[in-house]
């Protein structure tokens, strides 16, 4: 850990730290959903950036936990604070399904057979009207009552937020981290190495799962509401096109990527009636001048004025 | 110069150049009245959001946007038919713009996640639109009031009634998308159609925005039943009214649609496929009334094209709603006085050409025509009124206290009684 990354991180905490203070309230309440879709972001980097296997599922994951917590609080009647483990175990077996079905395959196969199965959650949602409330989805205050204030939720946000980029960066730098990087870079290498790659591959996915599924419940005491659109393709591709964004593989790119996408979509709406023409142009670009995300791009930036 | 760099630059003097459109869309000045007019802009049922925002517009053209002494802003955000972005966009709204109340959607389901948001923050809400029953029945709120709209079970009903008595019609087949809108509309025509002693042979259900409607059809032909009631929005009617015919299903089984299905927005660009199509609504743009030919003219010169349900629930509503903020000396800010106004309102002169006021509940009740689809002379088709049922209100002529003791309709439960 160098001096100048240590201040970064450090700087960054305290300007979210103090935002509640300075913040509008929407924006405050932005900067909530910016930090609770990097978690999102985050989880899918770790399959698409450290273990080089691209999912188009997280998106069911995510919005399987925010249903099931949605469901366990304002049907069941549950203990709000339960709903997060609650939520998150939902999620893990979601994943563990997924996992065990794709985890076998690579490349544009593992893109399609997740896409699939992220479909078929869709699905289940739409059809399953008596539990999942079809498209009209299930409403009603899913925050513990000690959240309730925005500004005590932005923390609780923040807090658990910044753990859990705190536990994925352990994660991905550690000695199993490094074997998903092996993988990537070449799984016959690493399986004659004699590495179990299919269950490093299937951990790897269920501590993704994890994180998304965190995100789903977060989520859900956020917006007080779920339909269908939440587990939708849609989502699952936002989230890789938050990664792609901020950069794939730097595990930060998901929180810059998040900020922009968020930003973009609700603050350009408001100069433009054309605002997804916009997104579109910039995922256009990025595609172009910037493939490796800005985050990428700027580390890149960095490398090269060091080195003179 | 290489094509990278032509697209590198040509995008940055785009991105320079789009800095200059910014400034007029900004809000400014202090004491103007903000409305946040929400509506689909995207998506399944754009074509329907795109008038509901014309029509809004259009009263506040013609009255000079202003109300009294105070200028009247209207802020339009896309809900993109989809619940999560409404929500969004409601909360923009409410807290960046701090309109003084907002209005609009077009699906149940966004309307429904904004009122819900408007429980929660208080901010008044109008729904034109949307016509989700418990809205104005078993989950009212305070703050949300259906000015100018109706709920989904009011209109279908009259035209079970048609159907059975003067039609004929004994043996049904309901098809609708499969949302709350759907299941409420469904569940009015069904419970009146089989009180009378009709029977709904089966009922099909399938997702907003289904390409494909050759499976239901085919369904529908095996049941072979006296007719088809076809509760479809946007871009599912255009495309189920035109399968129908090319499947060489129309005038072998006699079609009836909820008024969405053969509204403006729909029939417009359709052609032969429409004609004949019945529906029951308030509203019919070929009304010979002097108010409704009055307002269709407007509509015309001013969008160059016959005005839909969606254009005139709003334009009603902001006739409707400026009345309102007049009785309170256009002091909106006071949310109770306002809301109470609102209630008190009876509409005079609405392109009905009759006088519309609110029930108990918070509900607007009508005269409701049974519409039929012809052709005008310059051969576009219109909704043209053939019978009048007066008076209907959301309960049809059940007691409000009993009927409030049925469950809402659903999936599960259409009204239909067991013989």
Redesign the interface.
């Known amino acids: 850990m160098n001096i100048p990354r240590v201040a970064w991180i450090v700087l960054a905490l305290t300007a979210l730290a103090i935002m509640p203070a300075v913040a509008p309230p929407y924006l405050l309440s932005l900067a909530t959903l910016i930090l609770i879709y990097a978690l999102l972001a985050m989880s899918v980097d770790i399959l698409a950036g450290y273990a080089g296997r691209t999912p188009l599922c997280h998106g069911a994951i995510f919005g399987t936990a925010t249903y099931v917590a949605m469901y366990y609080v304002t049907t069941a009647g549950g203990n709000p604070w339960l709903a997060l483990p609650v939520g998150i175990a939902a999620a893990l077996g979601v994943s563990l399904v997924f996992s065990v079905l794709a985890v076998r395959t690579n490349g544009v196969y593992f893109l399609l057979l997740t896409l699939a199965l992220g479909m078929i959650v869709w699905g289940v949602c739409q059809r399953w009207t008596s539990v999942s409330g079809g498209e009209n989805g299930i409403r009603g205050n899913a925050r513990p009552a000690m959240l309730a204030d925005p500004s005590a939720f932005y923390y609780f946000v923040l807090a658990v937020g910044a753990l859990s980029t705190y536990a994925i960066w352990r994660f991905v730098r550690s000695p199993f981290g490094l074997s998903l990087k092996g993988i990537r870079e070449s799984e016959s290498r690493m399986r004659s190495l004699g590495y179990n790659t299919t269950r490093h591959l299937l951990l790897g996915f269920l501590f993704s799962g994890l994180v998304a599924g965190l995100s789903g419940v977060l989520y859900a005491y956020f917006n007080s509401y779920v339909s269908p659109s939440s587990v939708a393709l849609a989502q699952s591709v936002k989230g890789l096109l938050m990664v792609i964004v901020g950069g794939v593989g730097t595990l930060f790119g998901g929180i810059v990527g998040s900020a922009v996408i968020i930003v973009l979509e609700n603050i350009v709406s408001s100069f433009t009636e054309r605002w997804s023409m916009v997104l579109g142009a910039l995922f256009v670009l990025t595609m172009i001048f910037a493939p490796e995300g800005i985050l990428g791009k700027a580390r890149a930036a960095l490398l090269t004025r060091r080195k003179r | 110069m290489d094509r990278?760099n032509f697209?590198?630059s040509t995008?940055a003097l785009g991105g320079l150049a789009?800095f200059g459109?910014?400034d007029k869309?900004?809000a400014q000045g202090a004491g103007p009245i903000k409305i946040g007019l929400m509506t689909p802009?995207?998506g399944v049922v754009a074509s329907g959001g795109r008038e509901i925002a014309e029509g809004f517009q259009l009263y506040w053209d013609q009255t000079g946007k202003r109300i009294g002494n105070r200028e009247v802003q209207v802020f339009?955000?896309?809900d993109g038919s989809?619940?999560?972005i409404a929500?969004?966009?409601a909360?923009?709204l409410t807290?960046?713009?701090k309109v003084d109340f907002l209005i609009g959607n077009l699906l149940?389901?966004t309307g429904?996640?904004v009122a819900?948001?408007a429980k929660?923050s208080g901010i008044p809400y109008f729904i034109p639109v949307i016509a989700a029953d418990d809205l104005t029945q078993r989950q009212r709120i305070p703050n949300v009031i259906r000015v100018a709209g109706y709920s989904a079970s009011q209109m279908p009903r009259p035209l079970a009634d048609y159907a059975y008595k003067k039609l004929g019609i004994r043996k049904v087949v309901t098809i609708s998308q499969?949302?709350?809108f759907g299941h409420e509309q469904c569940g009015g025509f069904a419970q009146v159609f089989t009180e009378l002693g009709g029977t709904i042979v089966s009922q099909l259900w399938h997702?907003?925005n289904t390409q494909d409607m050759s499976p239901y059809i085919a369904q529908i032909q095996g049941a072979a039943p006296d007719a088809v009631f076809a509760m479809e929005t946007g871009a599912d009617a255009t495309r189920l009214i035109q399968q129908w015919s090319n499947f060489g299903m129309k005038g072998k089984i006699r079609l009836l649609g909820a008024q969405n299905a053969t509204d403006q927005s729909v029939i417009r660009t359709l052609g032969a496929e429409a004609e004949g199509i019945l529906s029951s609504a308030h509203f019919a743009e070929g009304n010979d009334n002097p108010a409704t030919v009055k307002f269709v003219a407007e509509y015309q010169a001013a969008f160059k094209k016959l005005p839909s349900i969606y254009g005139f629930s709003h334009y009603s509503a902001a006739m409707w709603l400026s009345e309102a903020i007049k009785r309170v000396n256009s002091n909106v800010e006071d949310r109770p006085r306002l809301l109470d106004a609102v209630r008190k309102t009876v509409l005079s002169g609405s392109p009905l050409g009759r006088q519309v006021r609110l029930d108990e509940y918070g509900n607007p009740v009508y005269d409701v025509f049974i519409r039929e689809v012809v052709k005008r002379p310059d051969g576009t088709f219109w909704n043209k009124p053939i019978e009048t049922y007066p008076g209907v209100s959301q309960f049809w002529t059940y007691n409000p206290d009993s009927y409030l003791k049925q469950p809402s309709y659903?999936?599960?439960f259409q009204g239909i009684k067991k013989v």
Request: glycine share 0%; no cysteine; aromatic share 8%.
């Open positions: 990278r697209v590198k995008a789009t459109a910014f869309v900004l802009l995207t339009v955000e896309d989809n619940p999560d929500l969004q966009k909360r923009k807290e960046q713009t149940a389901n429904l996640a819900e948001y929660t499969d949302y709350t997702p907003l659903s999936r599960t």
